[in-house]
């Protein structure tokens, strides 16, 4: 069993929905950290919180330390939403989730 | 990102050669990593490096070596490439280590035929 859980594997929305991607961790962490894998294949950092809630534009993190579990919501997704989301757990390295990819269609 | 090149950006080589993958950075962070991806796998640290000439094995380091003899530069070796080894290589830095965040490179796709 991986360290790192991401679910689902594959999420398919239509745009305009409310999207949550989730990550469920079995280490101990100091941070919990998303990340966005675009279709080209670049990595972008998203976010790193290590309690309650982050919030950047239509996208929204939280975590759950007690049951060690985070979540990405995206709000009013859009096709350029589009892409793998990445969770990784942080604490002496960084453990990575196999990812969620998510399409959006118009 | 401008701060972090990645060469060559594709590369395709024969079983048994050896492949140098560069990172470069403009960034001057102390922290180079090496990660590869592969389908169902996460990103899974091949080595690190937290100062010039300062490197550490990661999770799937058989097969490789790594040197960083300058600031900017982190270099991975396949001493002699396998099958196994094909995959898309990632390079990312940071200036505080990991609860700092990254920065990732395009990638190197690494086809061993």
């Known amino acids: 069993k991986n360290e790192v859980e991401q679910s689902p594997q594959n999420l398919t929305a239509q745009e305009g929905e409310f999207i949550t991607i989730n990550c469920s961790y079995s280490v101990g962490i100091s941070a919990l950290h998303w990340l966005q894998q675009h279709p080209g294949g670049g990595i972008v950092s998203l976010f790193m919180l290590s309690s309650g809630k982050k919030k950047h534009g239509r996208l929204i993190a939280t975590i759950n330390i007690q049951e060690k579990h985070s979540s990405l919501h995206i709000t009013a997704s859009h096709p350029r939403d589009s892409a793998v989301y990445i969770c990784?757990?942080?604490?002496?390295?960084?453990?990575f989730g196999a990812g969620t990819r998510l399409t959006v269609k118009p | 990102d401008a701060g972090i090149t990645q060469s060559p950006r594709h590369k395709v080589t024969e079983t048994g050669t050896p492949v140098t993958l560069r990172c470069h950075q403009t960034?001057?962070?102390?922290?180079m990593y090496w990660y590869r991806q592969d389908p169902g796998h996460g990103l899974r640290l091949i080595h690190y490096?937290?100062?010039?000439?300062?490197?550490d094995k990661g999770e799937v380091s058989d097969g490789y070596s790594v040197s960083r003899s300058k600031t900017e530069d982190f270099l991975l070796t396949l001493e002699s490439a396998t099958s196994s080894q094909t995959s898309v290589y990632f390079c990312?830095?940071?200036?505080?280590?990991?609860?700092?965040?990254?920065?990732f490179g395009s990638g190197t796709r690494l086809t061993v035929v």
């Open positions: 490096s937290y100062g010039v000439k300062d490197t």
């Open positions: 990784a757990a942080v604490n002496n390295d960084m453990r």
């Open positions: 960034e001057n962070h102390r922290y």
């Open positions: 990312a830095i940071s200036a505080l280590s990991y609860i700092d965040g990254y920065t």
